[in-house]
């Protein structure tokens, strides 16, 4: 009997490590993007990085007639792109494409310094243009039927 339940058990500890999603900084990179914010790839001249999940709220729909809704808070953009793994290097006046795994209805963008949002860069579409040499550090801010999400991209500006 023992043997039989340890072996029940086991076999769902393993099945639930079995739906484990891989994690690109914070965000989910699978096909179920209703449950989970999108990755965004920040991309220019041939180089990408993955920008760093912030703050979200987020809604899905259970399947059953009902719906979830995830809130999460995150610490302040300049604290939370310390998790970023890969530095960024790109030119003045290049063009910096934002590429969600799902497309938003809205995107925002702001440049941030060590403490509080400077100011709102200009986005078309879904791109924008470096507009000022040095480590910059963007808060992007998009928008979809599910919810609102924070990410934060740092940047090194030549």
Known sequence: MKKTVFILLLAIILGACGLQKERVNGAVDNESIGKEPPVLLVRSNNSEVAAVLGEYSWSFDNGDGTATTVSVDSDIPPRIVRNQTTPFTTELDTEIQLDFAEPPQEIK??????????????????????????????????????????????????
Do not use: P
């Open 109 to 158: 963008v702001h440049i941030w310094n060590n403490s509080q949002m400077e100011r709102e860069v200009d986005v078309e579409g879904s791109t924008f243009n470096t507009d000022e040499k040095g480590y910059i550090l963007y808060e992007i801010i998009a928008t979809w039927d599910q919810g609102s999400v924070h990410y934060a991209v740092k940047l090194n500006v030549q």
